[in-house]
């Protein structure tokens, strides 16, 4: 960064050694002058053999300062700098240059800033002004982050972390299970002494608490070093870096993938010679949630620097050619250890490139309304320091950030920790599902439809039912409500209904669903329609319910109902009564309006006639106040 120039007799006199601090003797011009001269011509020794002469210490330190700092004694010319500024602390803006650039590069940023600006703020004049202005326009940023710490308090996680090193890790997207290297000492028999070794490790989440793991088996760990990985949220393809040493005797790292067949792994598959080249660096795969997109390391040519992030997307069922993610992510710097989080809308990596307060430091990118990817944030610091932070990534839920690290007070050298996540960073909210679905007897249901609503947009998915299992990840606005309903021919109506305010889903969770059949006589729930105290008024979430049932029974267009209506045993019997009848009425009543015929529906109410469970508790009572429909027919 540093950059040499020449000084001129005038300006020297002037703005280096000022009137106020340059004495007036003509002897002590000469020298100046004679100095410069040396100076000029790079004779830095004969430059120091001369300062002998003069009686100024100012000119002397002055004079040193420079010479050391053009020689890149960078400690020495800082020493002597600081003297001048001590003796003259107004009259020298380009010592406090030389002060600036020396603390930057050594990363003391928030000292380059107060050198640099007092610079500027003197006067500091070409060739320095445009040099000094833009190092001091980084320092100021990286002085700012520096100055507002965000939130960082890492705790090892117990485990997976042991007296060896663990590093490169992942955690499915479930949070069930874990992915990450180790490397240990083990001592062959054919030696007396210890042999280090890398094993690509899986470890399985047991009562909330990960279990130590074991090396993975075949088809892995045979003669690569492997990592890096990325699993798709099923926990069904797994991405991962192997390398492999080439003929050249290099280790050339390249992206593969295996799919789960039961309890064991397939072969391991490779991707085409466009994506995993056999002459480029390609490592760090993540998968987006759908499964649909993947995002790289590389170091192919053809890029903006070192090291890009590239994307391959899945379509016509094949893997794309892979795609640089441009100038908004990539830099003339390296870029690396993507993570795309669940919510498929921010991607967290490490760049050299600034604002970086050395080294590798991580960054976060959201996208916009256009789907395009923003400016990158620094994540802040203490998360970042001066030295290298790499392979960070976050929850699903966006609560928790975890990285390995070396540098912290953990179980051995290289352990994997985690820490709250500040909320500036935190990724957009996700809902993440996964379960089963069966009839009343325990029997796997096939051909079954999930369809998941989001009731502020009205947009639909349909959640692909895999041998009765789901799983299912959808990106959410904070105050997204959705409605989930189950269908298939032949079964009741099956739906739930999820609040922004339930803080039960807020991670990922379990929902399994039992549907029950069809039989004439038969009753069955409405679940969530509820009502307000002594109320018979429809809630908007029961209406979004009524709306989704009305067209289950316009795909049943033979079933004819009759709407029933319960209540506890708070109030007496008469009151319970009329107010059943009246719930009962307000959910035929927007049937009805919903547009199904009449001859189709009736409606009674019994009050607190027939309770499921006793009226002893709150919980009980909560069961006993419900919506039911009986078939009449079909």
Same mark, same amino acid.
């Given at each position: ?5 020449? !000084? ?5 006199? =002037? ?6 601090? !340059?004495?007036? *003797? ?20 004969? &430059? ?55 603390? !930057? ?18 006067? +500091? ?8 202005? $833009? ?23 117990? %485990?997976?972390?042991?007296? !060896? ?15 990450? #290297? ?25 009562? %909330?608490?990960?279990?130590? @793991? ?10 690569? $070093? ?19 040493? =080439? ?14 067949? @039961? ?11 466009? +994506? ?9 795969? #993540? ?17 903006? %620097? ?16 892979? +795609? ?42 959201? *996208? ?37 690290? $070396? ?27 996964? @379960? ?31 041998? %009765? ?40 969770? =379990? ?9 004439? @006589? ?61 719930? &009962? ?7 009805? &309006? ?9 409606? $009674? ?9 006793? =009226? ?19």
């Amino acid at each position: 960064m540093r950059i040499l120039f020449l !000084f001129s007799f005038f300006f020297l006199l =002037n703005s280096v050694f000022p009137q106020e601090c !340059f004495p007036e *003797k003509s002897k002590d011009k000469r020298l100046v002058k004679k100095i410069v001269k040396l100076i000029e011509k790079k004779a830095y020794y004969a &430059a120091l053999d001369e300062l002998r002469f003069t009686n100024d210490i100012t000119i002397f330190n002055a004079f040193k300062s420079e010479i050391l700092w053009r020689k890149a004694d960078f400690f020495n010319a800082e020493t002597e700098g600081l003297k001048v500024i001590a003796n003259c602390p107004d009259d020298f803006p380009k010592v406090y240059y030389f002060l600036g650039e020396i603390a !930057f590069n050594r990363k003391d940023y928030v000292s380059a800033d107060l050198y640099l600006k007092r610079s500027i703020d003197l006067g +500091i004049s070409d060739p320095y002004y445009s040099d000094a202005m $833009n190092i001091y326009g980084k320092a100021k940023i990286l002085a700012e982050i520096i100055a507002n710490p965000v939130p960082f308090n890492p705790e090892v996680v117990s %485990g997976i972390s042991t007296i !060896f090193d663990e590093y490169l890790p992942i955690i499915s997207p479930d949070q069930e299970l874990s992915f990450f #290297t180790r490397r240990s000492d083990k001592i062959s028999l054919n030696s007396i002494t210890n042999t280090s070794i890398e094993e690509f490790v899986s470890s399985k989440k047991i009562k %909330g608490k990960f279990e130590v @793991g074991q090396a993975l088996p075949s088809p892995f760990n045979l003669e690569s $070093n492997e990592g890096g990985a990325s699993i798709t949220i099923d926990n069904r393809i797994l991405y991962f870096t192997k390398c492999i040493k =080439n003929k050249k005797g290099y280790n050339n790292c390249d992206i593969y993938y295996v799919n789960r067949e @039961g309890n064991s792994w397939s072969a391991v598959q490779t991707f085409s010679d466009k +994506i995993s080249k056999s002459d480029s660096w390609e490592s760090q795969p #993540t998968v987006s949630s759908d499964g649909k997109k993947i995002i790289f390391a590389s170091d192919r040519l053809g890029g903006y %620097g070192k090291i890009d992030l590239y994307e391959i997307n899945w379509q016509n069922e094949k893997w794309t050619d892979p +795609i640089n993610l441009g100038s908004a992510i990539n830099s003339n710097e390296y870029e690396k250890s993507p993570y795309l989080h669940t919510d498929g809308e921010t991607l967290f990596f490490s760049s050299t490139n600034f604002p970086s307060l050395g080294g590798f430091d991580v960054f976060y990118s959201r *996208k916009d309304s256009l789907g395009n990817w923003q400016e990158p944030q620094n994540i802040g610091y203490p998360v970042n320091t001066v030295a290298d932070e790499i392979s960070l990534f976050v929850s699903t839920d966006g609560n928790k950030a975890y990285f390995a690290s $070396n540098q912290l007070n953990g179980v051995g050298g290289w352990d994997i920790y985690s820490f709250p996540l500040h909320n500036d960073a935190k990724p957009e909210r996700v809902l993440f599902l996964k @379960g089963e679905l069966m009839d009343e007897n325990g029997r796997v249901l096939e051909d079954v439809e999930l369809e998941i609503k989001n009731i502020n947009t009205n947009e639909v998915i349909i959640v692909k039912v895999d041998a %009765g299992a789901y799983v299912s990840s959808l990106t959410l606005a904070k105050d997204d409500d959705v409605l989930i309903t189950i269908k298939k021919e032949g079964f009741a109506f099956n739906s739930t209904y999820i609040s922004a305010n339930d803080t039960s889903f807020s991670s990922p969770a =379990n929902l399994d669903f039992k549907l029950n059949s069809l039989e004439e @006589g038969r009753s069955f729930d409405l679940s969530d329609i509820y009502f307000e105290t002594n109320s018979f008024q429809i809630s908007s979430i029961a209406k979004n319910v009524l709306f989704e049932f009305t067209a289950y029974l316009n795909l049943n267009k033979n079933m004819e109902i009759e709407i029933n209506g319960f209540t506890d045993d708070i109030g007496n019997d008469i009151a319970n009564q009329l107010l059943s009848e009246n719930r &009962a009425k307000a959910v035929y009543d927007l049937l009805v &309006a919903n547009g199904l015929a009449i001859n189709r529906l009736s409606y $009674n109410g019994y009050g607190e006639q027939f309770p499921r469970l006793n =009226n002893i508790s709150d919980k009980n009572r909560a069961i006993n106040r419900r919506t039911e429909f009986r078939i009449i027919s079909q």
